[in-house]
């Protein structure tokens, strides 16, 4: 199913960062992700009787971090509510959450989307505890609940309906979560669902400017899904919007396996919330000297950096963005240009060896990647002995394995192990030479104007030096002697 | 002499500490006074013997090893049962917690621990703490020890008993909406309601959050000064407690009335009020004025709203409170097929009709469409009733009122009529929607013999100055000194 060009999607979503926070955020509960089922738990985090909760102080200060880099203006007095419902995962059966007054209110995220910079408008962010976790089917008729996530603290970072396509949605997505990971503030893995989103779709005829039916959609745990999702119901949408059929207002469910959304809950069915201000926790005080703080300590952002690197490195946009995403590919980046690497080799060293080891490996599941294929310090190396003809292409990418995991210096590598190409022009006459004995017929043809066969000439030379040729000496020695 | 049980804490303490008398004895004289009595008093709901007298065997231990015990060293105490007691079964008076026995101590209780007191046991009261007569606990009404077919005051019925039947020499209770007050008064004890954010909130089962707060019953306002600058002071644990420093208060009792200026709300002397408790208030007033404080009418002219906007914010605040006795984790779970079925059969089964009327009542207030007229109304309202004291209170040190139109009315008399028995905390709960601190203080009887209250109301953190006040009232009075005909 694809959209109908008279039809115009209308695209809000929300968010939910898992924070990297120690603790929990209404308790001294370890947040860490994957204990054996509830063994980071405590009375507070259970719901226990008469137990009260205490603000983890570091869960504020990553909800302005997150504020700033977004330009959230940061309240200065928010406030916890109470969201009431009853679940076997939800021990209070409420979940702390904010309502009327949350901590940042109206920012805005810049993103590329071919080529251009779109400007998506943040609605809020504001802090709330995740819930336990149902398990089901894994003894007998009873589900069991695990509250290790219990407490574990949430930003919900909600956007404007600002997005009409869903490559502008996947953008914000990426974006948003490129921004978080700058913070280190989350993970944004959503295979683990530490960074979840649910999306808020509507269609409407284009050209017109009142807001169609709007479905939210839940349940996607990939970056693939949600836009999969955002697309089929556009479509869904789009047919219905056609034909004339009315839509309902209601939650859907993605189901990845049938690529399909299908209905959780009308509107009538949806929840009463009965949200009312949080009696046991005061309201909230952010005083500017803080916000203040936290600003001076926000690290230059995906967005300033990658235009830097057009601007003063010569990248284009496109290699700007990709070496971008991830701060620890963009430090990487740097500390090559520091130890003496020219910009664009670096950028496509990175891009074409470094990354594809990354991924292939899945180095990059890692908030921050510390176990690098190679260090900056090495790989920088690797392209000045390129650029200097000390070694040849292939000659550095062979020797990237073999630096893994060591401190070696490459040019130590190179001397000792006899790597260095052969630029004598002497030795590479008498190679030259003997393969043009040895394939009269691709000489032939090359010297009746197949100029391309000059490849192959010298793909024999190289392989006849092992590798070490100069290839472009080669080239040169051997046009002189076909001449 | 006294039988040990008679003592007060204060002198109880001080025996302890001089090795007059040990821990063990008197724990002993308590849990002797409990068998005794308890079957026309019925204030206990757990009796914690064997953990009580090994409590006292170590304050014993401690004393004979020179060491401090603290102020309320190795004196039995009772301790209400909605507040959580680590090893001992915490029900707040409800079958939903029957088999509930918390892993953790409520602040106060450590905080009693650690001060020396040696617990005796959990005292009955309303199901979570919503009631004035302890008739909605759902275990058994305790009775008034000054007659057997009279409440006690609810909701801490058991604490006013147990302290007014010298089964312990003090005890604990909270106070939502004049819950420590009424049964105080009516028992003949001193209770105390201290500011909200004096006392730590951590481990006592919440009824309503913005409302409650514990404090203590018992003998006289020494004792209780004594009480209170045990728990009080702020918890780490509760975000709602107040970081001011406790003041001494035991040693701020002194110093009497005299320049101090006492304001009497004229709306609190209301229609239907029983002369004899009108008359000793007035009484009591007099005899202050006579002790030096100046008596000044004030105006606290929203307290007719009081009540109404109770109902909606404690009920409100409880309907959150009381979604976590789901039967998922703890408490009474009844069989079920599906989840639904286990929510409903659970929590039909597992509280009392006064308690699902508050669940139906604050849900309601919150509901979507409602919010509005009921509970951001109510808060409103709220507001102009904190003004009112504000108002009276920056003219006058403290207030003085009654703290019931009544004495204790007869079990059953208003069961079947709610709002009848709503009524019964009209002088007390617009103390607690103001947040201020309020002392009952024994000031008279009725013709039958029935135990009359004063309160005198402080301002914010002013606990001293009604202590001081009760202080020099008792210091004039023989009242807190008659004993129940047990």
């Known amino acids: 199913m694809s959209a109908h060009p008279d039809i115009e999607a209308v695209i809000g979503l929300e968010v939910h960062a898992e924070l990297l926070t120690r603790a929990k955020i209404f308790c001294g509960c370890s947040a860490a992700f994957g204990g054996p089922p509830n063994t980071n738990v405590c009375p507070v985090c259970l719901g226990m009787p008469g137990v009260l909760p205490v603000l983890n102080r570091r869960v504020v200060e990553f909800a302005i971090r997150a504020g700033l880099a977004t330009h959230c203006d940061i309240a200065e007095r928010s406030r916890f509510a109470r969201k009431n419902y009853f679940y076997p995962d939800l021990p209070k059966g409420y979940q702390i959450s904010m309502y009327e007054l949350p901590i940042c209110i109206g920012g805005y995220l810049e993103v590329l989307v071919d080529g251009e910079t779109r400007r998506i408008g943040l609605t809020r962010i504001h802090m709330e505890e995740d819930t336990g976790k149902n398990i089901h089917d894994a003894h007998g008729d009873a589900s069991l609940v695990d509250f290790n996530r219990s407490g574990v603290p949430l930003l919900e970072i909600v956007s404007e309906p600002d997005m009409r396509t869903v490559e502008e949605a996947g953008a914000y997505l990426r974006t948003l979560r490129s921004i978080i990971q700058y913070l280190e503030i989350c993970d944004g893995n959503m295979e683990e669902g530490s960074f979840r989103c649910d999306a808020n779709v509507s269609v409407r005829p284009r050209g017109t400017a009142a807001l169609g039916t709007k479905v939210e959609v839940k349940n996607m745990n990939s970056f693939r899904a949600v836009e999969k999702a955002i697309a089929f119901e556009i479509a869904r949408q789009g047919e219905a919007l056609r034909t004339g059929e009315k839509l309902r207002q209601e939650t859907r469910l993605w189901d990845a396996d049938r690529e399909e959304t299908r209905p959780m809950r009308s509107k009538e069915q949806a929840h009463d919330y009965r949200y009312f201000p949080e009696p046991d926790l005061l309201p909230l005080v952010v005083p500017r000297a803080w916000v203040d703080e936290v600003r001076r300590g926000l690290p230059e952002l995906p967005a300033r950096r990658r235009d830097r690197y057009v601007r003063a490195h010569g990248l284009s946009p496109y290699d700007a963005d990709v070496l971008t995403q991830r701060k620890d590919v963009a430090d990487y980046f740097e500390a090559m240009l520091a130890d003496g690497a020219p910009a664009k080799e670096a950028a496509n060293w990175i891009m074409t060896e470094l990354l594809r080891i990354v991924r292939e490996e899945k180095l990059d599941d890692a908030l921050v990647i510390r176990d690098w294929p190679l260090s900056a310090a090495q790989l920088a190396k690797l392209v000045r002995l390129v650029q200097e003809g000390t070694i040849n292409r292939n000659t550095a990418k062979g020797l990237i394995p073999r630096l893994r995991g060591t401190a070696t210096d490459p040019a130590e590598l190179v001397q000792a192990e006899g790597l260095g190409q052969v630029s004598d022009v002497g030795a590479l006459e008498a190679a030259v030479a003997d393969v043009i004995a040895r394939h009269p017929a691709q000489v032939a043809e090359f010297r009746s104007g197949k100029d391309r066969v000059i490849g192959f000439l010298v793909g024999q030379v190289m392989k006849a030096t092992k590798g070490k040729g100069n290839p472009q000496l080669v080239q040169e020695v051997l046009r002189k002697a076909l001449g | ?162 302290v007014a039947a010298l089964e312990c020499h003090a005890a604990l209770g909270t106070d939502t909406g004049g819950s420590i007050r009424l049964p105080a008064a009516y028992c003949g004890v001193v209770g105390l309601k201290p500011t909200y954010g004096r006392v730590s909130r951590y481990g006592v089962v919440a009824y309503a959050s913005s409302l409650d707060q514990v404090g203590p019953l018992a003998r006289d306002v020494t004792d209780a000064a004594m009480v209170l600058e045990a728990i009080a002071g702020h918890d780490p644990r509760d975000s709602t407690s107040s970081p001011r420093p406790v003041p001494s208060y035991l040693t701020q009792l002194e110093g009497g009335v005299r320049g101090l200026r006492l304001g009497l709300p004229r709306e609190y002397f209301v229609e239907g009020m029983q002369p004899e408790v009108e008359a000793a208030v007035r009484e009591a007033v007099r005899l202050l004025e006579d002790l030096g404080a100046h008596v000044e009418p004030v105006s606290l002219p929203h307290t007719e709203h009081a009540i109404a906007t109770y109902y909606l914010i404690a009920t409100a605040e409880a309907s959150a409170n009381l979604a976590r006795y789901d039967g998922v984790r703890y408490g009474l779970r009844t069989p079920a097929k599906v989840l639904g079925e286990m929510y409903d059969t659970s929590r039909a089964a597992g509280f009392g009709a006064e308690v699902k009327r508050r669940i139906m009542l604050g849900t309601y207030a919150l509901s979507a469409g409602y919010y509005d007229a009921y509970y951001l109304k109510a808060q409103q309202v709220r507001t102009l009733i904190r003004r009112d004291f504000e108002q009276a209170l920056a003219r006058c040190d403290a207030l003085v009122t009654p703290v019931a139109p009544t004495t204790a009315f007869r079990l059953g008399e208003k069961t079947d009529d709610p709002l009848t028995m709503y009524l019964s905390d009209i002088l007390t709960i617009s103390v607690n929607l103001a947040g201020l601190p309020g002392l009952v203080v024994p000031c008279g009887v009725d013709k039958g013999g029935l135990p009359i209250g004063l309160q005198i109301v402080g301002r914010p953190f002013d606990e001293s100055t009604a202590l001081r006040i009760g202080a020099a009232y008792e210091g004039a009075t023989d009242w807190h000194r008659r004993r129940a005909p047990l």
């Open chain 2, 1 to 162: 002499m006294a039988a040990l049980h008679e003592l007060s804490l204060c002198e109880a303490a001080a025996r302890v500490r001089r090795r007059d008398v040990s821990s063990v004895e008197l724990t002993r004289a308590a849990l002797a006074r409990i068998e005794a009595v308890e079957p026309r008093v019925d204030a206990f709901l757990t009796v914690s013997r064997d953990e009580a007298l090994a409590a006292a065997a170590d304050v014993d231990r401690r004393v004979a090893a020179g060491e401090d015990v603290g102020a309320l060293a190795g004196v039995p105490v009772g301790v209400k049962d909605i507040i959580c007691t680590a090893g001992i079964r915490t029900t707040a008076g409800s079958k939903i917690l029957e088999r509930f026995v918390p892993s953790y101590d409520a602040t106060v209780t450590a905080r009693l621990k650690r001060a020396g007191a040696v617990v005796v046991g959990k005292l009955n009261c309303d199901e979570f703490a919503m009631g004035s007569s302890n008739e909605n606990s759902a275990y058994k009404p305790a009775r008034n020890p000054w007659s057997a077919d009279r409440v006690p005051g609810g909701s801490s019925g058991g604490s006013g008993a147990s």
